[in-house]
């Protein structure tokens, strides 16, 4: 079973407005990561955020983590058409597996 | 670019054939992983590796076998190909590199297997 759990399924907004997806998870993790997937390509790394840390930004990226609510959410400022991809977030424990979950299909309009 | 490499890019195959497709990384990562993606999972963990002759099983290992007989190459087996099997195979790599954790990923461009 997936382990992370994204919210929404699909997201639509206009260029130049934020874009703000959501992670659910189940159970302890040691980090939580963000990949990128444009169509029909792999899975590029984004970011990752330890369980001690509570907010990480990297570029026009920000991502919040809150370990009480096994929870996690991935803010895209100022979004361009370029960011029109499919969003994962994929948790660690103790082992170097990731687990992924099923993704955040973005589309940005111009 | 973190030097990964799959082949074959695409495959169409008939249910009850073998089936191998290679991974292979110069930049001499530790781990290596085989996922499969389909719609609506999400990407699922099939096995992966964590070093030479070294693998375990993932979510669906089901069906499939690998073998990691040297550090760049990784290999999977579908051992009698099935139309279930029919999905976009992703190998992935970690654990090469100074500075980053252990278990960021970088992935490869994908094979579409079509099991007919």
């Known amino acids: 079973s997936q382990q992370g759990e994204e919210d929404p399924q699909a997201l639509s907004i206009q260029e130049g407005e934020n874009a703000t997806m959501n992670c659910s998870y189940k159970?302890?993790?040691?980090?939580l990561q963000w990949y990128r997937q444009n169509s029909g390509r792999g899975l590029v790394h984004l970011i990752l955020?330890?369980?001690?840390?509570r907010e990480k930004h990297s570029g026009r990226l920000r991502v919040t983590l809150d370990t009480s609510k096994k929870s996690s959410s991935l803010l895209i400022t100022a979004s361009r058409a370029a960011d029109t991809a499919s969003y994962f977030c994929?948790?660690?424990?103790?082992?170097?597996?990731?687990?992924f979950g099923t993704g955040t299909r973005l589309q940005v309009t111009l | 670019d973190a030097g990964i490499t799959q082949s074959p890019r695409h495959k169409v195959t008939e249910t009850g054939t073998p089936v191998t497709l290679r991974c292979h990384q110069t930049?001499?990562?530790?781990?290596m992983y085989w996922y499969r993606q389909d719609p609506g999972h999400g990407l699922r963990l099939i096995h992966y590796?964590?070093?030479?002759?070294?693998?375990d099983k993932g979510e669906v290992s089901d069906g499939y076998s690998v073998s990691r007989s040297k550090t760049e190459d990784f290999l999977l087996t579908l051992e009698s190909a099935t139309s279930s099997q029919t999905s976009v195979y992703f190998c992935?790599?970690?654990?090469?590199?100074?500075?980053?954790?252990?278990?960021?990923?970088?992935f490869g461009p994908g094979t579409r297997l079509t099991v007919l």
């Open positions: 159970t302890s993790i040691n980090n």
């Open positions: 590796s964590y070093g030479v002759k070294d693998t």
């Open positions: 994929a948790t660690s424990g103790t082992a170097s597996k990731l687990t």
């Open positions: 992935a790599i970690s654990g090469g590199r100074e500075g980053l954790e252990r278990n960021e990923q970088f």
């Open positions: 930049e001499n990562h530790r781990y």
């Open positions: 955020i330890r369980s001690n840390e």
